[in-house]
């Protein structure tokens, strides 16, 4: 099993991985986990096609489920193609094998009630036990065995990000938005907090043209006695919960900021906030909703 790879290293190496194991052992739920940490990520795929698809030098990480639903799936094919990228310096390769239990795996097809690829007529027991069998030379290859029995989807997901998660790296991305509750508050925000009760610099002649990037409109709005309680408490609140939901497995959190303009109190909150979390390690990515509109029209009156 290879370690989590160091970013450093990408110049030198490509970074490979090739998931396999029984159906309904968890390969969906790993690579979704891989794609959210930076895998391009391509579900069953024809194995014939690997080799062309890895001839050409690799943009970012690239995971692969390959399984017996394909119908060029071939185990001594399969073997070979392990064989010949482990021994290729290209590459830092992995043959990651999801296992379950046999008992396990005909519970999970009783509760969905699916089908099981290689019986699809018949008993889910028969698929499974020859899948199980089919795969024993693929089982015993593999760099990284995964038992998934007693694994919930977040526990398979916090395992994978532990295991191919470059080190240093945050799996989570922060988005922080400001908007106008005018025009509604943005679709997907999951933390929405509310900036109308501070003192708004749009009645102030000489910041109404100005926007919450602007120093004199920061200096006005973190003058309010209110906010420095206020944005405490947000930001006491917004680290507390961070590390909780990556710990669920979430891979974006978007917190939003609105005002009644979206243009001053909402925006200055935003960025401040936008700051620390970034200087705390965060990924953060921030957008002023209202600005963009504003820029936008701006931009087709001058075109006009």
Known sequence: MHPPRNTSDADETARLVLLTGPSGAGRSTALRALEDIGFEAIDNMPISLVSRLVSEPLDQPLALVLDPRNRDFAVNTLLSLVAELAASPRFDFDLVYLDCSVAKLIQRYSETRRRHPLSPDG??????????????PVRLRAGT??????LTPHDLRARIQELFAPKGAQPMRVHVESFSYKRGIPAGVDLVFDCRFLNNPHWQPQLRALDGRD???VSY????????????R???????????FAQEGKTQLTIG???TGGQHRSVATAEKLSNALAQAGWHVSKRHRELERIAAQAATAKSE
């Open 234 to 244: 947000v930001h006491d609140l917004v680290d507390s919960l961070l590390p909780e």
């Open 221 to 232: 709005v973190e003058a309010d006695p209110r906010f420095s309680g206020f944005f405490q």
């Open 215 to 217: 120093p004199d409109v």
């Open 123 to 136: 008993l889910a027991r028969e698929g499974i036990e020859l899948e199980a069998r089919l795969l024993e």
């Open 257 to 259: 900021f609105g005002c």
């Open 145 to 150: 065995l995964i038992e998934t029995d007693g």
